[in-house]
């Protein structure tokens, strides 16, 4: 969390790295992000949480950015 100071006031923002391959946003990516885009794969449209890469389609790349990061953040 970061605190900015400015005139008379102050302002608390909370600021969260995102990691690639992280659908539900934990910052692991694990297991469930995996099974995520495995049961997602092949939709398309636009807002899909397992649409990583934004290109409107749960395909091979939005599972590679999984795969690739596989247990990045987890402990």
């Known amino acids: 969390m970061q605190t900015i100071f400015g005139p008379g006031n102050f302002h608390y923002i909370e600021r969260y ?3 690639p391959g992280d659908v539900d946003r ?3 990516v694990d297991d469930a ?3 995520r885009v495995l049961f997602a794969f092949g939709q398309t449209g636009s807002g899909l949480p397992e649409d ?5 389609t749960v395909d ?7 795969l690739f990061n ?3 953040g987890c402990e």
């Not at 990583?52 to 409107?56: E, I, K, M, V």
């Not at 790349?61 to 999984?66: E, H, K, N, R, S």
């Open 33 to 35: 992000d995996l099974l």
């Open 70 to 72: 596989f247990g990045s």
């Open 26 to 28: 934990n910052a692991c």
């Open 52 to 56: 990583l890469n934004g290109d409107n």
């Open 60 to 66: 091979d790349a939005d599972l590679l950015l999984v």
């Open 17 to 19: 790295d995102i990691l």
